[in-house]
């Protein structure tokens, strides 16, 4: 265990050092953005706005006393949302898509011998494959987090006045009730870290991969196994860091 | 010239080489060969330095390639190119763009220069016409033209092949030999060639060498090899039922 972290630190190393031109990944940071924050916004959209209505639609039903006023289901689906759903459940729906999308692309790169390729011309391998990967996930998690944030909301609104839970007004007035803007900050510095750790740990998978199709199916698996672990302690480090 | 000196390398306590050495001349192709699992692929591995063995160098015209960071290095594999056993294309980029690849990375090259010079490589390797379509649409064959054109767009000075003819057909194995050959010749490279196809070894082998259980066994040429009485020899090369009848007469 002590020995794969150890690994997992000179590989994080590797990525800053011997560095190429801006320009090159400049690029590479453009598409990597599409490839995993644009193409996620689908299913980030989708799980939010459902999530959002079940957590509306649970919270009201476990909420059933007349001396609870019913403004209380939106403020609980606002502070579930921003704290926890819109950064730790998202990027755990992250790390199932993008973590296992980038341990297999380099794990196939590796055992199709791309990555020997690039290494015989003198480019460091991981620095330009991995470190672009990176940035983008720490630039687009956030991204990602305020539409989840944002629609997980909208979905509680949809499931609470459709199914005559809650009012329009009753809700909006729950959302902005007590409302403390730093929880977004929390949710935004949450993906952030998430964005880090799933993107390294999946590359760090996928780069060390052996053998055949076999190993690779087995990367993407440990990709997002470990990113699930690591995004779940990381999620309790920072709640007791942050409130 | 590119020169080995006693390159030694095990793999959790098995040896995979042991002291190998010989030199690897200007302008010939040098073939290293050997039954599957005798360390040739190892061998091209250490020279490449992608695996760095326990004991030994590896000399580019004198120069040492192990001393040194990966910056100092750089200049040695800038004179490199590689054509991988499966050709190891970028599968993101079309086939121009895997062999502009080095071109972009490692030159300052303009668009216009970059674009003639990949031109005249797929050219070479009889590929015009074909930059436009993506590693998935192209044969076997096709990508081991492509991984040529890729190894020679920087005009290497050394040429490393690991088996060229893995996965082809006999004729298109043939053609792909003849390519490297006349590669070889016109641009005065130095090229190792890694295979274990007779076919290779009769018709494209200036310098033979011939590894056995991680031990140089045996060094020669085309026109040796099949005079020479070493057993394991013998026993690689009269495997091939064809050669075996023409050695006994039939």
Known sequence: MLSVIGRYLIFLGKLFTRRESLKVYWERFIDECIGIGVSSVFIVAIVAVFIGAVVCVQTRANLVSPVIPVYVVSNIVRDMTLLELSSTFMCVVLAGKVGSNIAGELGTMKITEQIDALEVMGINSASYLVLPKLLAAVFTFPLLAIISGFLGIFGGYLAGTLSGIITPEDYVYGIRYSFIPFNVFISIIKAIVFGFLISTISAFQGYNTRGGALEVGQAST?????????????????????? | MIEIKNISKSFNDRMVLDKVSGVFKKGETSLVIGASGTGKSVLLKCMLDLVRPE???????????????????????????????????????????????????????????????????????????????????????MKKRV????????????????????????????????????????????????????????????????????????????????????????????????????????
């Open chain 2, 147 to 250: 991984g040529i054109a890729r190894a020679i767009v920087m005009n290497p000075k050394y040429l490393f092949c690991d088996e060229p003819n893995s996965g082809l057909d006999p004729l298109t194995s043939i053609k792909i030999d003849e390519l490297i050959k006349e590669i070889t010749d016109e641009f005065g490279i130095t090229t190792v060639v890694i295979t274990h196809d007779m076919n290779s070894v009769l018709s494209i082998g200036d310098k033979i060498m011939f590894l056995h259980k991680g031990k140089k066994l045996w060094e020669g040429n085309s026109q040796t090899i099949m005079g020479d009485t070493v057993p394991e020899l013998e026993e690689f090369v009269f495997c091939n039922k064809a050669l075996s009848l023409m050695r006994a007469g039939k």
């Open chain 2, 55 to 141: 004991a030994g160098t590896t000399l580019y015209d004198g120069r040492d390639f192990y001393v040194g960071d990966e910056e100092d290095k750089k200049d040695i594999r800038r004179e490199m190119g590689v054509l991988f056993q499966g050709g190891a294309l970028f599968d993101s980029k079309t086939v121009h763009e895997n062999v502009q690849f080095p071109l972009d990375m490692l030159t300052e090259m303009g668009e216009g220069e970059k674009k003639d010079r990949v031109e005249f490589c797929l050219q070479r390797v009889g590929l015009e016409g074909t930059g436009g379509r993506m590693p998935s649409e192209i044969s076997g064959g």
């Open chain 1, 222 to 243: 440990s990709a997002v196994t470990n990113s699930c672990i690591a995004v779940l302690i990381a999620d309790y480090l920072l709640a007791e860091l942050l409130t």
